[in-house]
């Protein structure tokens, strides 16, 4: 990652809040390094429009000549021959100075370093050698700053969802012509039957837990269709589901998805909201709760799909106290061992979004495993071309990757 | 300590064992101590986003007049349409919203921080085994998420590199996390020890 | 209309906010600013009803003579909390409600935390059986790691080039692959949510 | 029921209960248990230990009060070592809470071995932009702070003399809590080359020995068990050790559980084989 982002940094903004020249007076004074010159300032690509790009050619003394210049000095103004003030400092070898500054107001106060979209500025900038040498001011550049509509650097991310996308809708659309896929079996998903199965058996409710992530993160998202198609399942076997949450926003979604299921099912007058609760905000307090309904109601088959911290291994720990069957699924790396070791199964990142297709069998669905899996080749294939061209010293590949915000 | 002090520390305290308790089985103190929690908890949230969020986006907008703001706090009483059942389904568009707006939002976010920053970290020059084995290892393991293929033959050799290099992965994972959870109960031991120095030898 | 007005909802607003990451400009900042506001006040609006289905169920409760002292036990941890920061003031440090937020919640929290340590022990001791190769090789990752806490003399220094090898190499390479599958997994999930694929969660008459 | 069998379905508070013994004997009776030094941890030690007196090295304190307990003891440790050898140590913030903690440590140190500032030591301060900063040190301590901590430019102060930027001292020891490491690892060493050493928290550590192995770091003391190590190896402990005894018991039981485990599985697989 070094060669790009390092450069791309030189063109960063930076502010010395203290560096002043007469400060840093030090030592003898050597003959002052000649000027920099032709300052331009066009507006600073990809922003809202608060930022300016200021641009110089090095002085000749920057690298070459007496080789004294450390580094150079940006000051600006509202007109050309107006009054200056320092902006910021750029090390020796820099040619550009990105200034930027969005707040309006600071502590209630109007900002006078405040980029107005628009406005023109001045700018001068002058080469610092060592000691208080300074060269001469250049002479001045102007522009202004533009707000832009388009973020360039982001082109390739808007590439990647294309093709994502284009992927899954052509998929999809296969699968709706009658084309049908074959999935590998997963061990996680062939026990989900078995386990409410058992369930049943026993007469003892099942736990389905959404984790302690909000409705809107996609593995919750995930959880959810998860639990639609248990709740079929539960529905027509006649057994329980209980699903106590810790959002109040999740309770609504799977309560939405559980009568659904059931009606699915056709069992509309099985469906009990109650048993969709909503047991306490907040991780530890929410997780002794459900360690409580575990041990009490002693739920035969515990599903844990979703978002999970550091409570994954409480619970499936305490689910193994009660004799539980344990089918678990995250994308959380840091829990996925807690689950490996404590649950029966245990849907891994991908597997867990891959799910509710398994359990639905629906020809739509499974296309969009499809779609996954050829993104994944392309993935694949990507990521060793650019280590191979990396290898050979040609960043093309690796540079197109490495997206800079 | 103060006699105060003395008595929030000696409720602490109680409570500490109570939770520590549920390690020989479910009993009544601990359920006390979850039951309590559960309230406590449910009530602290509930005025923390009252006077945060609620305040800030609800009370403060419409004194502003950000007049914007009414299309979301509608939407927010429309939630309410789920105690009757009726009107239940209207709660539907606030929902509908809300997934729209977090799912619309995750997908670029996930292309940049999952796909592309990986990809970009995982292409490094083949040099050295190290680096040759990690590649090798990304690949194996990403080969073993391939679900419209059966893992058989070549398919199943280079998947089962896949999945022996994930479980290396966790069983490190499992081993690194050690430390710090028994960190986390000497915190808990150390709290009881100076709690009863407190009590019996201050 | 109940089920397709909901869908379309989804629709648009997803694709509206893919767009809104591509364009850098003030409009779009402020509508991103916004949008994620709707969702946090929907979320403190529904509230509401998580706190009606809690008091609701507890209520109930009160009237079983066995579960009767433990649903007190909620109802007044719960409502002591709220009648005691019904003012902002009633949230500063030194307060009732955050004298018994640090002596209730705070404890009950960290010694949950704390059972992890007791946890650990045991699925290491229940899971960590050579039964299969995967387990095997899950055992042996997970003890080498943990080795490195136990002085073995020379030993240790090979422990500790085995340990430092396992978390650059495979642990490194085992996290990108399950980064990249949950993005791809999770932007598959999205799609599937905004094109209306997928859409038990919106329920349906 | 044999023994074996028993102890395959032992009942898993045999287990709380020893964790529990060896998490409260420490608390109860205090005693030492010697830590096994890391290789990543002794390269740290002997890059200072090597240094001649008179000879200069860059340590950075980058961290705030809520990593204290891991990387603390990692200070004192490298400062006293420092100290006590006569060499010159430069040293700068670059996260803005590290500062006022690195001033009372720096205090207490040079105190204790007379250590003068300007003469011993420079105390740099605080800049704002790590990776900025990191850029203009390898041009010109200068440029990033002409003046030091204590505001004295650092043109007057005897211990800057010859020192011009990081390419004149033997290398960088960054001791932090946040992304600041990543700064140095990518400018400072990926961009000037200077040779790099971390200390990190426990939980940051499984990140950063990527960087080890390909080199970009030459040592790493990670967490309260480096900063344990740290000590043992310099023979100057302040905290660090204290938490390894709770450590290396709790650790030592569950491998042995495991152990246990293992045979018994195998000791009745092989009967029931039969």
Redesign the interface.
Known sequence: MARKSVLTFFILAFAFAGLDAQEASMGALGPPPAAPSNVKAPDKPNDTGHGLLVKWDLSRDDGAGLDNVLAYEVWRSDAADGEYTKRGVAVKGTSEYDDTDDSERVNDEPNPDFIVTGKTYYYKVRAMAGGTAYSDFSEPGSGQAVENWYHKGKTPIMIGVIIFWAFVVYFIFKARQGQEFYVRPLAGINAVDDAIGRATEMGRPILFVLGTGTAGDIATIAGFTILSRVAKLTAEYQTPVLVPVNDPVIMAVAQETVRTAYLEAGRPELYKPENISYETAMQFPYVAAVNGIMLREKTATNFYMGIFHAESLILAETGNIAGSIQISGTDQISQLPFFIAATDYTLIGEELYAASAYLSKEPVQVGTLKAQDWAKAVLMAVLLAGAVLISLAIPFLKNLVDVNL | MTTAELL??T???I??LC??S???K?NPFY???????????????????Y?T??HD??VLTMQNGQW??I???L???G??T??SKNYA?M??????????????????????????????????????T??V???????C???????????TGTFGLVSRI??????????????????????????????M?DYFIGLFGG | MKKQIPIYFVLVSGIVMIIQYFIPSEESEWLFTYANDWVIVIGIFALALGIWSLLRSEFKKLKNPKEAFYAGTVLFGYFIMVFTALTREGREAGTLHMNLFNNILIPIQATIFALLAFYIASAAYRAFRARTVLATILLLAAFIVMLRLIPLGPLSAINQTAVGWILAVPNMAAKRAITMGVGLGAIATCIKIILGIERTYLGHD | MTIWDRIMNLDRRWIYLCIAVVVIIPAVVSFKVPVATTPEVKKVFDFVDKMQPGECFYLGIDYDPSALAELDPMTYAILNQAFSKDLKVIIGCLSQFGVGMAETRLAEMSAKYGKKSGEDYCFLGYRPYPAICILTMGVDFRVTFPLDYYGVPLDSLPVMNGIKNLMDVKGVVDITAGNVADFWITYGNGRFGFPVALGVTGVMSADYYQYLQSGQIFGLISGIKGAAEYEELSGFETTGMESIPYQTLSHAVILLFIIISNVGYFATRGRKGK
């Open positions: 929030w520390n409720l602490a305290a409570l500490t939770v520590f549920f390690l020989i479910d359920k006390f101590a979850e039951r309590l929690v559960a309230g406590v908890a449910a009530g602290f949230w509930t005025m923390l986003l006077h969020n609620f986006k609800v914007a703001y299309i979301p706090i939407l927010g009483i939630m309410w789920r105690f389904w709660s539907r568009f606030s929902i509908a919203f809300y997934m729209g707006i977090s799912t619309g939002v995750s997908i670029p976010v996930f292309m940049y921080t999952n796909i592309f920053k990986q990809v970009s970290a995982t292409m490094i020059p083949f040099d050295g190290v680096n084995l990690v590649i090798i290892g990304v690949l393991s990403l080969f073993y998420f391939f679900f419209s293929k059966a893992h896949g999945i022996y290099t994930l479980m290396i992965g966790f069983g490190a994972g499992f081993g690194m996390t050690v430390m710090g959870r028994v960190a986390l109960l000497v915190q808990r031991v150390i709290f020890k």
